[in-house]
């Protein structure tokens, strides 16, 4: 299948505008992506035509969306490859289906003196709910390190697995060092030890095909905005087994089966995670959105993806003062660095007013800038409707930020 | 009631006007920014002694150091940020809000940053510290005011 990048960028109304009279590059993908017109008008067009609560209504508008939803639900099994379709659950986003799972999974199995594995390039949302979670149940959270190439150092996980650990929880792509983590090895070795292994595909699921009964991780999650679909939509994935075995981490509507004021059971699955009127219009969204990303092509979208990191990384090099961070052999399309003698903010200011929408800051990774020791740093990730083009104006755009301070 | 002001000294009307003739000199953003990064130059510079954590404004984006004197009936600010362009924009507060009675700066309504065109650096979203710098520019102003102000007569 031929890319057509023109093509592409004309299902984004978005990028059709120009801000402070420049035409908008739009680099902040990492953060969230836009949307292209079918995830738009499937949006608009339930709102306008088919709007009713899922599940309940007998009625035919009930009935209509109650049947788009599950197909939305049998949508992202494919495309995550999951086995079964009520191994989906459909959440707000990745930090909702990461705080729900630890919540759960820490009802049912976590105790005193019990480990949580983590990474050191973890995104504070993949940080914070086993934190606290330790915190509950005065559990210990470890940390496994990376190099400075960006790189898990994954004999220091081997050591520090133990009959206590309970679960490892792994960024399957970093959101700053783009490092793609060879989740399916991680899985390999911590199932040998029985742990279970929860992957957070954010950052992956944008860029590569993702195969979790291959990958074999135990859960799944990701965010619907990061991949071009509507905001507040994520789904969790769990195997069969491990999701029928812990307890629901929401009380409400549509997750019981029966109700006393003495007892409540619970609702199979998936409903069992899904308390209350869910955004049903944004999981279908995120299908649709799920729809565009495969016709578009995965395959393609990756190529031209990583002829945009490569090309990016080459131009900022070029230029002698800067640093890259983040050097793996295996990286998505986005790119972290700093621009010696330049504060981030101050060059994230006046690139903004080029028209160039990039991030400053942490990226919601502290302890990945205090590994390198710096505030912060400059993110540029691209997307499948980025151009060498935009990438040769960032350049330029830096080069004058250079000459100003 | 009607405030003292010496001759020598503008009030903080006048200072915001001087301020917003001088970006009108400036159409495109570079210039203004080029403006801003050689204002960020007269800032009165806090004592490195006082760039310690207890006078650092917290902000997500950029660090604000931020202290303040009393001197015969005046608030005195002192500042400094490790952004070039923040900096600049605390060198125009200051400008507007130091070396004034507490009372001026509590009533100074600080609408130059509008004109100017740099409300989106004081908004809480990008949580650079300016605006929270502000906010403290006030409180000392309170501080001083409850303590050395006329006091209320039971």
């Known amino acids: 299948m031929s890319f057509d990048i023109k093509k592409v960028r004309d299902d984004f109304p978005i990028l059709q505008q120009r801000v402070y009279g420049k035409p908008l590059i739009y680099f902040d993908n990492g953060a969230t992506t836009q949307k292209p017109l079918p995830v738009i008008e499937i949006v608009n067009t339930l709102h306008r035509q088919s709007n009713s609560s899922i599940h309940r209504g007998i009625h035919y508008l009930g009935e209509q969306v109650t049947e788009a939803y599950e197909n939305a639900r049998k949508t992202i099994q494919k495309f995550i490859h999951a086995a079964q379709p009520h191994e989906i659950i459909f959440s707000a986003g990745t930090t909702a289906s990461i705080n729900g799972l630890a919540f759960s999974l820490g009802e049912r199995f976590v105790r005193e003196g019990d480990e949580i594995i983590i990474t050191e390039m973890e995104h504070h949302s993949n940080i914070v709910p086993w934190q606290m979670l330790c915190g509950r149940k005065n559990a210990r959270l470890k940390v496994v390190p990376f190099d400075d190439n960006g790189v898990l150092q994954l004999e220091k996980l081997e050591t520090m697995m133990n009959r206590k650990t309970r679960l490892i929880a792994v960024m399957h792509a970093s959101n700053t060092l783009a490092t793609i983590n060879p989740v399916k090895d991680i899985v390999s070795l911590a199932h040998r030890h029985d742990i279970p292994v929860l992957v957070d595909g954010a950052q992956s699921v944008p860029h590569i095909p993702v195969d979790v009964q291959d990958m074999d991780c135990d859960f799944f999650v990701f965010s619907g905005h990061k991949v071009y679909g509507p905001t507040g939509t994520g789904v969790l994935y769990g195997k069969e087994k491990w999701l029928d075995m812990i307890p629901p981490f929401q009380g409400g509507g549509e997750m019981v089966d029966s109700v006393t004021f003495e007892k409540t059971t619970y609702n199979q699955l998936p409903y069992k995670f899904e308390a209350g009127t869910t955004n049903y219009i944004g999981a279908i969204g995120m299908a649709k959105a799920i729809e565009y990303l495969l016709s578009t092509g995965l395959r393609s979208i990756a190529v031209h993806e990583q002829n945009l990191l490569h090309y990016a990384v080459n131009k900022l090099d070029e230029l002698g003062y800067i640093t890259i961070y983040g050097r793996a052999p295996l990286k998505t399309s986005l790119v972290t660095f700093s621009i010696s003698h330049i504060h981030p903010y101050d060059a994230g200011m006046v690139l903004d007013k080029m028209g160039i929408a990039i991030r400053t800051g942490t990226h919601c990774a502290q302890p990945v800038m205090q590994h390198y020791g710096i505030e912060g740093n400059i993110r540029a990730s691209f997307a499948m409707y980025n151009t060498l083009d935009e990438i040769d104006s960032m350049i330029e755009g830096i080069k004058k930020v250079k000459l100003m301070f | ?154």
Request: proline content about 4%.
């Open chain 2, 1 to 154: 009631m009607q405030l003292y002001i010496p001759m020598d000294q503008k009030n903080t009307t006048d200072i915001q006007e001087d301020i917003i003739n001088e970006f009108e000199m400036y159409d495109d953003w570079m210039d203004k920014y080029n403006y801003i990064i050689e204002l960020s130059r007269d800032m009165p510079v806090i004592d490195v002694k006082q760039k310690i954590n207890a006078n650092l404004i917290n902000g997500c984006q950029s660090k604000v150091w931020l202290t303040a004197e009393y001197d015969n009936g005046k608030v005195v600010f002192y500042a400094d940020s490790d952004a070039v362009i923040t900096k600049g924009i605390i060198t125009l507060l200051i400008r507007v809000l130091s070396k004034r009675t507490p009372d001026e700066i509590l009533d100074t309504d600080l609408y130059f940053i509008d004109r100017i065109g740099l409300r989106q650096n004081l908004s809480p979203t990008r949580s650079n510290g300016l605006l929270a710098m502000v906010k403290q520019m006030r409180l000392y102003a309170l501080a001083y005011k409850t303590k050395y102000g006329p006091k209320p007569v039971n």
